[in-house]
């Protein structure tokens, strides 16, 4: 659910606030669908996708994601997902295309894969504001739509040449290891990651809300760089937690599985079911982590943004929210991913009951604004979902 | 009358209305009949009909009426959304969805099993043999001196198994362009593979772990299966096609899309090579059958490479057998046809004792 577009601030002069009612009144989103409406919508429309060979795939997913939006209600009414089947549809050749090629090119040369990776690169920030746009221009509230500004110079400097900042440590490493030095300068890596990493991710939270923009206001952003670096550092720390633990939980395991018969281990070609424990012990400790990291930057992303004189104000917990994502992942593994549509609402209405908007207006002063949007492709923003890109939302 | 909603499209301020419908234009009021609207129904586009979501009706200039689930009276737009109309009466029906339940296993199975592999036997007939032999070349430059080092077997070693090989080679016809290369691979240990530009390559482990030229024979004949029916090449199109596919379905499920995807995958994967294994060895079952070998010569190979390291320290010569085990259905296969071999032989015999 892409609640997140409505992050954010002010561009047109701010219209006469009602002078009435002016303290604040606090409202929850509210998600009103069920698993057992969505399983249903789900598996036909998965069904039907398979049999057209993909073809329907495209009314599938605006059927599903209208399913979500409508069920999330702002103030009593529902969101609604605009976006056509078609557009989508040509999207998603085009990325089959392009992934096809990279696959294949792999095999064929390196450097020609090389090559792809290099252009794919260089265009994912353009992809990034593209589906950025997509994604606001299609989503609406009580008839107007969202809108995300095109700005691709800030694209690019977020997303692309900032990364570049981090070969800088890669290369003291590097240097430094060629010297003898390899854990200071492993150290020194580190500090100048953890100086940089929060510095570009609260950058690029900026940037996104700054340029979303809702019913003549534009939503704004007053960001603290130094809650980023409580949160990863907070996230370094929890990482180490999480990791030595599981590794010590799968240590005690492989030890008492090994009683005996430790002679017959060879380190070197370990048996199958020695790696997938391995994984399956790690799974959790990284689920520890990226949770963290998610819920903290969510809640970042709301308490920092401002929409006129409306406030967000996201509440995601981390236990709660790390309960939810372990057990959606068991029970969709137990059940061959039947209950994937279950763990969907799952989420969804935690998400959704926790987040608010503050002020105190009515929510009725919002007013179509004078720009005109022309049609956004959908190919950046199905790439995006492919290759599994995250924008940090 | 139907109740409703109606947002002008300038702002988001709701007005709250009742509808109804004279002929073809639609009217809808405020309660209090102070503000009244109409439109044609042809004027507007409705939203399709989904489970529990209520109807947007959109208006020509931006503004929408928006009506609740089931409130709205099916004759108002009966041309609209047949498709959709269909998806929605299914969508009700939890008969329905077990059938989805049976049709999404039923065609997963399907287009894993036969519709990926269809698909990519049908790119690999179209695609340029310089591909295939940049292919290969590519995979042993990124192996040699790494992975694949000088071997050390002796010069007449290697003559008389290039003889072997040769000789063997030259006994089938339409075989194309192959080459035999022996290295040194302690990583790798005892294997044989084929490359897509015809070359095989042959380890020095595996070549010391052999009890006699006929089970040398046996490696080979199965390795030029693979390369005479472009194993590789498909194997590297149906796993790509796997992985597409896979990844287009997963596309809406990012999330967890990752870590679910991997393990189907993984089994996908294998099961791929396992029928290209099955078709190498009905190859070579046949290629030794024609020149008078017993394709259990097969058999015998893969057990004296079973044989020769039992829990000793030369591992390597395990390698082979564990990229190609050794199961019941295997030498089920290899026996029959050692026995089909066999009575065409004898009948053979019987027919020039007979002369």
Not at chain 1, 254 to 280: M, R
Not at chain 2, 227 to 246: D, E, K, P, T, Y
Request: with cysteine.
């Amino acid at each position: 659910m892409h609640h997140e577009t409505m992050a954010s601030g002010i561009y047109l002069p701010e219209l006469d606030v009602p002078a009435a009612d002016l303290t604040d009144r606090s409202r929850r989103l509210e998600f009103r669908g069920n698993a057992r409406d969505y399983f249903r919508i789900w598996i036909v429309n998965v069904a039907l996708s398979l049999v057209t060979l993909g073809i329907y795939s495209a009314w599938a997913t605006v059927r599903t994601r209208r399913y979500m939006y409508a069920s999330t209600a702002l103030a009593d009414t529902p969101f609604e997902y605009l976006a056509r089947p078609l557009p989508i549809l040509r999207g998603r050749l085009l990325t089959a295309l392009i992934f096809a090629l990279y696959a294949l090119a792999g095999h064929v040369s390196r450097p020609v894969q090389l090559g792809a990776a290099l252009v794919v690169g260089l265009f994912m920030p353009w992809m990034i504001v593209k589906s950025l746009m997509f994604r606001a221009r299609y989503s609406s509230w009580r008839g107007l739509r969202f809108h995300f500004t095109q700005d691709y110079a800030g694209a690019y400097q977020w997303y692309l040449l900032t990364y570049l900042l981090l070969a800088v440590p890669m290369v003291l490493v590097i240097v430094l290891s060629a010297g003898g030095h390899a854990l200071v300068g492993l150290l020194l890596a580190f500090a100048a990651f953890t100086g940089i990493y929060p510095w570009i991710k609260g950058n690029q939270q900026q940037w996104m809300i700054e340029h979303h923009h809702f019913g003549g206001k534009s939503f704004r952003f007053k960001g603290q760089l130094s809650n980023y670096y409580a949160i990863y550092i907070k996230a370094v720390g929890i990482a180490i937690v999480a990791f030595l633990a599981c590794a010590a939980l799968f240590g005690a395991l492989a030890v008492s599985a090994l009683k005996g018969h430790l002679q017959g281990f060879n380190p070197k070609a370990p048996p199958i079911w020695f790696i997938a424990s391995a994984y399956l012990v790690m799974a959790p400790a990284y689920l520890a982590v990226w949770t963290y990291a998610h819920k903290a930057m969510t809640n970042q992303m709301y308490n920092q943004a401002q929409l006129g004189s409306y406030r967000f104000h996201s509440t995601l917990a981390y236990w709660p929210l790390l309960g939810i994502y372990l057990s959606n992942a068991v029970v969709v593994l137990c059940t061959l991913g039947l209950a994937w549509p279950w763990a969907r609402i799952r989420l969804a209405r935690y998400r959704a009951a926790n987040l608010e908007i503050i002020g105190g207006g009515d929510l009725n002063d919002f007013v179509r604004d004078a720009f005109s949007h022309g049609e956004v492709g959908a190919a950046a923003t199905e790439m995006d979902s492919l290759l599994g890109i995250d924008i940090g939302l | 009358m139907t109740p409703a909603v109606y947002f002008d499209g300038l702002s988001t301020r709701p007005i709250w209305v009742e509808v109804w419908r004279e002929d073809a234009v639609l009217h809808w009021r405020t309660a209090d009949r102070q503000r009244a609207w109409q439109a044609s129904l042809a004027s507007m586009e409705p939203s399709a009909r989904v489970t529990g979501l209520p109807f947007v009706l959109h208006l020509a200039d931006g503004a929408h009426l928006q009506i609740e689930h089931d409130q709205m009276p099916a004759d108002w737009f009966p041309g609209h959304h047949r498709l959709e109309k269909l998806v929605d009466w299914l969508e009700r029906r939890w008969m329905a969805a077990l059938a989805g339940v049976v049709v999404v296993v039923v065609s997963l199975l399907a287009l894993f099993e036969y519709g990926v592999p269809w698909a990519a036997d049908r790119v690999a007939d179209h695609l340029p043999h310089a591909l295939e032999s940049s292919m290969g070349r590519q995979s042993l430059t990124a192996l040699e001196g790494r992975v694949l080092l000088p071997t050390h077997l002796s010069a007449e070693r290697q003559t008389h198994l290039q003889a072997v090989f040769w000789h063997f080679a030259l006994g089938m016809p339409g075989l194309g362009d192959v080459r035999l290369k022996f290295y040194s691979a302690p990583m790798i240990g005892a294997n044989a593979f084929a490359l897509p530009d015809g070359t095989i390559v042959f380890t020095d482990q595996l070549a010391s772990a052999l009890p006699d030229d006929e089970a040398f024979i046996a490696v080979i004949a199965h390795e030029l299966g693979h390369q005479v029916h472009h194993h590789m090449l498909r194997q590297v199109l149906r796993n790509s096609g796997a992985f597409i596919v896979a990844g287009m379905m997963m596309g809406d499920v990012t999330s967890m899309g990752g870590i679910t995807a991997g393990i189907p995958l993984f089994l996908i994967n294998s099961h791929y090579s396992r029928t290209f294994e099955e078709d190498a060895d009905g190859f070579a079952f046949a290629a030794l059958s024609r020149q008078d070998i017993d394709p259990v010569a097969f058999v015998h190979m893969m057990q004296a490479l079973q044989r020769s390291h039992p829990e000793s320290k030369d591992q390597a010569a395990e390698r082979y057998v564990m990229s190609h085990p050794l199961n019941a259905d295997r030498i089920g296969r290899a026996e029959a046809a050692s026995l089909a071999f066999k009575a065409r032989h004898g009948a053979g015999a019987a027919v020039q004792a007979k002369k």
